[in-house]
């Protein structure tokens, strides 16, 4: 038999690994927009938000802008009155987010072609706001419950096989281990689109270098919005993992701060490295709470890991996995 | 005819040399400063101080000390919430363990205090570079704010977790508590804005600020013709800390009077302070000031015009609110992004020609 202390500190290990996963698919989308345009997108979480949103929204028949035209005309709206399934209605998100999109790649990114990187970031820090304003004012800002039918709460079988294991159940939640399958299969299909697919190649071409893309032939407009489509995807499925977690709220846009030292630590171009950093983050500020965190006071989750990402980046600058940073005069 | 530099010759490097070398610009700011100093006290009401004026004056040094750091050293910082933390913590420490030193030696003492916070949390620059760094100075946001929040001793060990700041008179007249008059906070911190900007104006046109510019450029060329990158780095590090500790300081001790540290100073200010220097101008003093105004002005318009105008309620006001700033970031950055600094300079221009342009 294992000591207890050890036990506890194996469960805290693997629910880490659990939240890393979560966090690690929030930093998908962003690894996915700079790779293909050298955009640092601030709005991944924010994304994330807006696709649980209009999620939760479809699915219960909310009319949208209700609380607006409400305001204006002195009506009283708020449902169509009908439910949809969940896979209708993730479907129809998914519709929503490549229109999205769209309109990004055509009334932002198109104008911004050339600009200096921080010019780009700020331009997606503004589209933050805007679709967080968006969001609250097409389905109203009150906490949701969302359910597409996940399985949810503790697994019994995990803990049963535990306790007869080590005479100690561990507690882990079904939804994590559901999340850290579909973050498994999505990392397979990125990277079977990426390696086989023609658009996949057009894809890496354009990470490579646009210009040498653009001659070839290769749309960069097009290659855009089928990263931003695909980054919205990542970012309804992050928004569908955290919402069933923790009900759909402005909360939910401030993933996108929990995913950025996971960014730093993988580096800024490798989607492997956002999987790895993820779980070493997850798993190093679960640790961290659970030992250190009862000494100086709790809570630490909130900046242990932007400082161990701090630290990690003073002895490897381009994170674990990315490119590594030549410099020319 | 309103501005030109027709006529004007210098006969001396003294003349040649000076901060605004052309009569208008002297006229400009001139007039900006007797209006500020000795006709806008004399109108002061509180609403125009706390809605206003007051925030401001304290956004606009915030503004100034980012954009030596990001505007002219080119160093990204997501921090600057949590270095006014660190400002007004330090100042409501002094304020409440040295009572009889005066507030202004606090204020700068806080400044003091923040640039060593500032220094220490600039070293990785060295190292990480970029956006690597920006995100990278999110570690000292958070870690500040929950440090803050955590240990007892910075608040001194109030029930609420909140500080209040204590009464402190200066020349016989309060300048923080609930009894301050609205034309004693505004001309407190309108004297500070200035010494700074001013302080702020002759660094960049200096050796130093040419340093900074040289490092933003491209800091591997700068270092080949001999600039420290340590010292110019570090240098910016300082001084961008001094001026967001003072702004912290003011914000905490006359703007709000009690705080609590993630509501006043949370990630939002950091962004703030951004957009600021990015809509004003980055890399330019005027710039901070433009950028400063724009914001604190645009949602107290808005807000008149959504809520006071078209009746909606609040809650729906706050949401279109976002997402107008949201836009008009966008906006700018795409029509100018150089900001109201480049509007101006072109506006300057086309003055100069005006009224024969070819």
Known sequence: MLPDQLLFAMEVTLNGLMAGVMYALVALGFVLIFKASGIFNYAQGVLALFAALTLVGLQNGQIPFAHLINATFGTKLHHFGWTLPSVVAIALTALVMVGLAYLIERLVLKHLVNQEPIILFMATIGLAYFLEGLGDVMWGADIKKLDVGLPQGISESIESVTDAWFGYGFFIDKLDVVAALVAAALVAALTLFSQYTKYGRALRAVADDHQAALSVGISLRFVWVLVWSIAGFVALIAGIMWGTKSGVQFSLSLIALKALPVLMLGGFTSIPGAIVGGLIIGMGEKLFEFFAGPLIGGATENWFAYVLALLFLVFRPQGLFGERIIERV | ?358
């Open chain 2, 1 to 358: 005819m309103l501005y030109r530099e027709a006529g004007e010759f210098k006969t001396s490097y003294a003349q040649d040399s000076q901060t605004f070398p052309i009569w208008w610009d002297r006229l400009w700011y001139q007039v900006a400063l007797v209006v500020g100093f000795l006709v806008l006290p004399f109108f002061m009401t509180d609403y125009w101080a706390n809605a206003v004026f007051v925030p401001f004056l304290i956004y606009a040094i915030a503004a100034i000390g980012l954009n030596i750091l990001t505007g002219y050293c080119g160093q990204v910082s997501l921090g600057t919430g949590g270095f006014m933390a660190v400002g007004a913590y330090a100042v409501y420490k002094l304020m409440t363990s040295f009572p009889e030193v005066s507030i202004v030696i606090h204020v700068i003492l806080a400044g003091g205090i923040t640039a060593a916070v500032g220094v220490l949390f600039g070293l990785p620059s060295l190292r990480i570079k970029g956006f690597y760094l920006a995100v990278a100075t999110l570690a000292a946001q958070f870690f500040l704010v929950w440090l803050f929040n955590k240990v007892p001793w910075f608040y001194n060990y109030s029930a609420s977790g909140q500080i209040t700041a204590p009464e402190r008179t200066l020349f016989g007249i309060a300048v923080t508590g609930a009894n301050t008059p609205a034309w004693a906070k505004y001309l407190f911190c309108a004297v500070f804005l200035f010494a700074l900007a001013w302080i702020a104006r002759n660094l960049t046109r200096g050796t130093i600020g040419r340093k900074w510019m040289a490092i933003r450029d491209m800091d591997i060329a700068a270092e080949i013709i001999g600039v420290n990158p340590l010292a110019a780095k570090l240098s910016a590090f300082a001084v961008s800390s001094f001026f967001i500790g003072i702004a912290g300081a003011l914000f905490f001790a006359v703007y709000l009077g009690a705080a609590e540290v993630g509501e006043a100073f949370g990630i939002q200010k950091s962004f703030l302070i951004l957009f600021m220097i990015i809509i004003g101008g980055l890399g330019s003093i005027f710039g901070s000031f433009a950028g400063a105004a724009f914001l604190v002005l645009l949602p107290v318009f808005l807000k008149n015009v959504l809520v006071g105008g078209l009746g909606w309620p609040s809650d729906l006001a706050a949401h279109i609110e976002l997402m107008i700033l949201g836009g008009l970031i966008i906006g700018f950055l795409i029509l100018e992004p150089h900001g109201l600094a480049q509007l101006w300079r072109v506006l300057k221009e086309k003055l100069r020609l005006w009224p024969f342009p070819h």
